[in-house]
């Protein structure tokens, strides 16, 4: 475990500074008595004449809140006076979609609280030198609120590095320019706007149309008008739904004489307008008259444009989390083949060698896209399902348990497998053993999806949001990570003089390296006890009992000279037994929990089934939340709780703080959790969320765990300190205001 942590933030040292190069960026944060106020940049160095993106950062006073774009009932929002000198062209405030504030008699607001972005998009001189420093400046008023509004004024400036070469981003602030793009209105071809004014030409009726999914039952939806005095703010906008209509009732302002002709605005949706749920707000321009305006797709200014910066930083994150991967107990028993395999070819010709490493690779590549593939395609088809999803069939479980079993048999030499798919020794220049390195990483590809290695949680979180082609890529590049210590390691011949030579040794390393797949076995064959019960249990024990019974027909009846009947009536025979086991074992169906019960799990601790309604609940009533997603397939999971949950300390700083343990398992499908792993960005188990009143947003753990770590953002909890930890670059926090 220390070697791994020490590789891992080797790793993770090494791509910070590899993609942040130098600070070239300079800012200071003003500091006022209700906010911290800064001029912040997504990237450290401009180009002359290019784009880029630059915003007012605020961290505000707990309680304390800043106006939207159209303030509501009263206040101000920010305003900003740029004071430098060069003629930097500097666009628009993009507004994210506020809260809904009841400030009491009959008032309500729109605005923010905690911390928020302010995005605008710059565009340098053409005639900047590179090799410079440049100065913004900026004068900011704006207005800051709880029970009573004071006006603020800061003056704010950043100093950006100029260059001529490729640009450098600023990775303390990617996660906040990436968050505040998720939260910022979009146009939907899919959805078109209808909006009618009543007889008296009081009240608004907005509908909102599409025909692109099933709509579910919706929890929120709020109307924001881009314009002050358009409508009434203290009566949140009426919803309800007709079918494939979401139809909102709006009252015109009490204090706009003339008659409204436009509905222009964004329309927030606690659960999201497409269907995955991931985007909260678009834009909305229609008529009175009736007139429909489609709210057509914008792509000109997609954050994750194919070969942008911020998509190359993804691939980023997607190599090295398949670099990782390789350290994780759940891809050894296939590696410790892969490594046998290279001893065995250690004295081979070196052509070969390298011939085999780019096999495995592409039988690790080819594995990646092929289930991201069918992912995609799951979920494109209305399936609600994320990185392991074969994992949570008990049938697959059945098949891999069969693979794992019958594999660790051939090792250890009771039976061959006809062409030697996992046993290349003395193979190694054949057809016969090169089949064998493209199924090694096939396997090491299935045996991966239990783990999610670090830097990996933001790359598949992104990727399943994305286009299929640039999903793709990703997976691909996932892929490449993974397989690329033992490309590398066969195309340089002068490695393979560190690995042990070839000897009658072999053949006992062969067989020990059984143990491992067996060990694998049992781990499924636990996994698909909890997916099945006792019952299906049963079930998958029996067929192994056939596969055996199938795999000694074939080893017994192929030592001695027999007919070419008696051989065919024997491999049938034994084919029966064995395909009749699996479908047998196939046959058991994953089990249904009430989920009303809590239970206490081995180490002494009390559990809470998950729910929305029961966080909320806890939520409501001021507790300590923390919520565990996890799933039986998942080995990273396991090991964490193993670690962190016999640790005493743990357990008792959980209860100091009266924490309620919630548990979200994700071993057999379950649509709630799938959701709830979406509004985190990710798309696949561990994850570890803390939820209290003493912080503003959920605190989100890493995918490898500690006493130490824990027990620390315990400790900030308990302090109010908001912070996210991450796994990678990606410091994620997200907006639960409206969850």
């Known amino acids: 475990m220390v070697i791994q942590k020490s590789i891992v933030s080797l790793l993770f040292c090494l791509v910070l500074y590899v993609s942040a190069g130098v600070n070239l960026l300079f800012s200071q944060p003003v500091q006022t008595d209700n906010a911290e106020v800064e001029l912040i940049s997504e990237n450290l160095t401009i180009k002359p004449g290019e784009p880029f993106w630059i915003g007012v950062r605020m961290d505000l006073r707990d309680g304390w809140y800043v106006y939207y774009r159209n303030p509501g009932d009263s206040g101000m929002p920010l305003m900003a006076e740029w004071?430098?000198?060069?003629?930097?062209?500097?666009?628009?405030?993009?507004?994210?979609?506020?809260?809904?504030?009841?400030?009491?008699?009959?008032?309500?607001?729109?605005?923010?609280?905690?911390?928020?972005?302010?995005?605008?998009?710059?565009?340098?001189?053409?005639?900047?030198?590179?090799?410079?420093?440049?100065?913004?400046?900026?004068?900011?008023?704006?207005?800051?609120?709880?029970?009573?509004?004071?006006?603020?004024?800061?003056?704010?400036?950043?100093t950006l590095g100029v260059t001529g070469d490729e640009v450098e981003y600023n990775e303390e602030w990617l996660s906040w320019f990436a968050d505040t793009r998720s939260k910022l209105p979009v146009e939907l071809d899919y959805w078109t706007a209808d909006a009618y004014v009543s007889d008296d030409g009081k009240e608004i009726t907005l509908e909102l149309t599409t025909d692109a999914f099933e709509l579910p039952e919706y929890s929120e939806v709020i109307y924001f008008a881009n314009e002050e005095g358009e409508i009434e703010n203290a009566s949140k906008p009426e919803f309800r739904q007709d079918g494939q209509k979401v139809i909102l009732t709006m009252q015109k302002s009490g204090y706009k004489s003339e008659d409204v002709t436009r509905v222009w605005g964004l329309v927030y949706n606690a659960d999201g307008w497409d269907d995955s749920g991931e985007i909260k707000a678009i834009t909305v321009d229609a008529d009175l008259a009736g007139g429909e305006e489609l709210l057509s797709a914008d792509t000109s200014e997609s954050p994750l444009a194919v070969f942008s910066s911020r998509f190359l930083i993804i691939l980023g994150f997607a190599f090295t989390g398949g670099l990782i991967l390789n350290l994780m107990p759940c891809v050894f028993p296939i590696l410790s083949i892969k490594v046998m395999n290279f001893m065995q070819m250690s004295g081979h010709n070196p052509g070969e060698v390298k011939k085999h490493g780019f096999v495995f690779g592409a039988g690790v590549i080819l594995s990646f896209l092929v289930l991201a593939g069918l992912l995609l395609l799951l979920r494109a088809g209305g399936q609600e399902l994320g990185w392991g999803f074969q994992l949570q069939t008990p049938a697959f479980i059945a098949f891999m348990t069969f693979?794992?079993?019958?594999?660790?048999?051939?090792?250890?030499?009771?039976?061959?497998?006809?062409?030697?798919?996992?046993?290349?020794?003395?193979?190694?220049?054949?057809?016969?053993?090169?089949?064998?390195?493209?199924?090694?990483?096939?396997?090491?590809?299935?045996?991966?999806?239990?783990?999610?290695?670090?830097?990996?949680?933001?790359?598949?979180?992104?990727?399943?949001?994305?286009?299929?082609?640039?999903?793709?890529?990703?997976?691909?590049?996932?892929?490449?990570?993974?397989?690329?210590?033992?490309?590398?390691?066969?195309?340089?011949?002068?490695?393979?003089?560190?690995?042990?030579?070839?000897?009658?040794?072999?053949?006992?390393?062969?067989?020990?390296?059984?143990?491992?797949?067996?060990?694998?076995?049992?781990?499924?064959?636990?996994?698909?006890?909890?997916?099945?019960?006792?019952?299906?249990?049963?079930?998958?024990?029996?067929?192994?009992?056939?596969?055996?019974?199938?795999?000694?027909?074939?080893?017994?009846?192929?030592?001695?000279?027999?007919?070419?009947?008696?051989?065919?009536?024997?491999?049938?025979?034994?084919?029966?037994?064995?395909?009749?086991?699996?479908?047998?074992?196939?046959?058991?169906?994953?089990?249904?929990?009430?989920?009303?019960?809590?239970?206490?799990?081995?180490?002494?601790?009390?559990?809470?089934?998950?729910?929305?309604?029961?966080?909320?609940?806890?939520?409501?009533?001021?507790?300590?939340?923390?919520?565990?997603?996890?799933?039986?397939?998942?080995?990273?999971?396991?090991?964490?709780?193993?670690?962190?949950?016999?640790?005493?300390?743990?357990?008792?700083?959980?209860?100091?703080?009266?924490?309620?343990?919630?548990?979200?398992?994700?071993?057999?499908?379950?649509?709630?959790?799938?959701?709830?792993?979406?509004?985190?960005?990710?798309?696949?188990?561990?994850?570890?969320?803390?939820?209290?009143?003493?912080?503003?947003?959920?605190?989100?753990?890493?995918?490898?765990?500690?006493?130490?770590?824990?027990?620390?953002?315990l400790d900030r909890v308990s302090a109010g300190e908001t912070l996210t930890y991450g796994d990678d670059l990606h410091e994620l926090e997200f907006d639960t205001i409206y969850d």
């Open 83 to 158: 004071m430098h000198e060069n003629d930097f062209q500097i666009g628009d405030i993009q507004w994210p979609y506020p809260l809904w504030i009841d400030v009491g008699a009959g008032l309500a607001s729109y605005g923010y609280y905690g911390d928020v972005l302010f995005m605008m998009e710059a565009t340098a001189p053409p005639d900047l030198e590179p090799g410079t420093e440049y100065m913004l400046k900026a004068e900011a008023d704006y207005l800051i609120c709880e029970k009573v509004c004071i006006p603020e004024y800061v003056e704010i400036e950043l």
């Open 403 to 713: 693979l794992m079993f019958g594999l660790g048999l051939s090792l250890m030499g009771v039976f061959e497998i006809g062409n030697s798919l996992i046993n290349v020794a003395g193979k190694a220049g054949t057809g016969e053993g090169l089949r064998g390195s493209f199924f090694s990483g096939i396997l090491a590809t299935i045996l991966a999806t239990p783990c999610t290695a670090p830097f990996m949680g933001t790359a598949l979180g992104v990727a399943i949001t994305l286009p299929a082609s640039t999903a793709l890529m990703i997976f691909a590049t996932l892929g490449i990570g993974m397989a690329a210590p033992y490309v590398l390691l066969s195309s340089f011949p002068a490695l393979m003089k560190y690995l042990p030579k070839p000897g009658a040794w072999m053949e006992t390393f062969k067989q020990a390296m059984a143990f491992p797949l067996f060990a694998t076995a049992i781990w499924l064959i636990w996994v698909f006890g909890q997916q099945a019960g006792v019952d299906g249990l049963t079930k998958l024990l029996v067929g192994l009992l056939f596969l055996s019974l199938g795999i000694w027909i074939i080893h017994r009846w192929n030592r001695y000279k027999i007919s070419g009947r008696t051989r065919v009536i024997s491999r049938s025979i034994a084919t029966l037994f064995i395909v009749g086991g699996f479908l047998f074992s196939a046959s058991s169906e994953a089990i249904t929990f009430d989920g009303e019960s809590a239970s206490v799990d081995g180490y002494g601790i009390e559990w809470e089934p998950f729910s929305n309604r029961l966080v909320e609940e806890y939520r409501d009533d001021g507790r300590n939340v923390f919520i565990d997603f996890t799933a039986a397939w998942c080995i990273t999971c396991k090991a964490n709780e193993r670690i962190i949950f016999s640790s005493n300390r743990v357990k008792e700083r959980f209860e100091e703080l009266d924490f309620v343990m919630v548990k979200a398992d994700w071993t057999n499908r379950n649509p709630e959790i799938t959701r709830a792993l979406e509004s985190f960005g990710r798309n696949g188990v561990p994850l570890y969320v803390v939820y209290s009143e003493e912080i503003d947003e959920p605190m989100i753990l890493p995918e490898l765990l500690t006493p130490g770590i824990v027990l620390d953002a």
